[in-house]
């Protein structure tokens, strides 16, 4: 069994003319949803083996605050090809990964990461899917189980929609 976690990078600044995309920097709602994200992996023991991050600021800076969340944090690998990556390039990544991660979390961007959640799932909670099919928001986390022994094996609609949560989700829920 395996366990994958895609995470979206949090809420950061709009692009600025003669700054690149990649150094955009998170804003203080970003910078507060990230750690929310993290306490509700934590609590809900989403621990993944090995974290794949994208190269950009704001991915990194996702990951430094959801990190924290965990006592003892899983290593990190910084890919550069996780920027701006389409289905089939985090699909290529995901299947270089090897056996030894069970659970996997990857930090990137959209449109990729939401349209690589989508094709991964072939069953779990309808109304989540539809809202996942919607929009996959700064700082959502999309949780998929897959029957699988190996990410070598991973292909389209192999996975089970485990959870889709967000910080809008999650401060609506302790309300």
Not at 12 to 19: F, I, L, N, R, V
Request: include cysteine; hydrophobic fraction near 40%.
């Amino acid at each position: 069994m395996r366990k994958l976690m895609l995470l979206r990078h949090a809420k950061s600044e709009w692009s600025q003319p003669g700054k690149p995309d990649r150094d955009r920097a998170l804003v203080r709602h970003g910078r507060a949803a990230a750690p929310t994200i993290g306490a509700f992996m934590a609590r809900h023991a989403l621990l993944p083996d090995l974290a794949l991050c994208s190269t950009a600021k704001r991915a990194r800076d996702t990951w430094g605050l959801v990190a924290k969340a965990f006592p003892n944090p899983p290593p990190a690998r910084f890919e550069e090809r996780l920027y701006g990556a389409g289905p089939d390039t985090l699909l290529d990544v995901l299947r270089e990964t090897g056996c030894d991660a069970h659970s996997l979390l990857v930090i990137g961007h959209n449109p990729g990461l939401q349209d690589f959640a989508v094709k991964l799932i072939a069953s779990g909670d309808i109304a989540e899917r539809e809202q996942l099919r919607e929009k996959l928001p700064t700082a959502g986390l999309v949780v998929i189980d897959f029957p699988l022994d190996d990410w070598g094996k991973l292909h389209p609609h192999a996975g089970r929609l485990d959870r889709f949560v967000t910080p809008r989700s999650l401060a609506a829920a302790t309300d």
